[in-house]
């Protein structure tokens, strides 16, 4: 079993920055990599980025590139999404997540299985 807690979400103005904090607890060990969604509302789950916790491998959704900067900290078990320039188009329910074992696409939300609350990031233009 894996806990996750996110934090750091709140209100900020378009075109400015927020640093999402997920907290990993648990058999983390068994777990490969952390994993952060995004839904608004009506909307489905959207990939925004992964990493690897040993090797430190990164992806990024298209959507995101260039503006968010994953990051992780072994020590502390918890994984960082930098957020700049923010759009209208980011407010949502921010997730962070951990995969089965093996699981072949992290871009996927089918193939995790432990998931945060999740913390509300809000955009005011």
């Known amino acids: 079993q894996v806990q996750l807690v996110e934090s750091g979400g709140g209100l900020v103005q378009a075109g400015g920055s927020l640093r999402l904090s997920c907290a990993a607890s648990?058999?983390?060990?068994?777990?490969?990599?952390v994993g952060w969604f995004r839904q608004a509302p009506g909307k489905e789950r959207e990939f925004v980025a992964a990493?690897?916790?040993?090797?430190?491998?990164?992806n990024y959704a298209d959507s995101v590139k260039g503006r968010a900067t994953i990051s992780r900290d072994n020590v502390k078990n918890t994984v960082y999404l930098q957020m700049n320039s923010l759009e209208p188009e980011d407010p949502a329910i921010y997730f962070c997540?951990?995969?089965?074992?093996?699981?072949?696409?992290?871009?996927?939300?089918?193939?995790?299985?432990?998931w945060g609350q999740g913390t509300q990031v809000t955009v005011s233009s």
């Open positions: 997540a951990a995969p089965r074992p093996f699981a072949p696409d992290l871009g996927v939300a089918g193939n995790y299985v432990y």
């Open positions: 648990g058999r983390t060990s068994g777990s490969r990599a």
């Open positions: 990493i690897n916790w040993s090797a430190g491998s990164k």
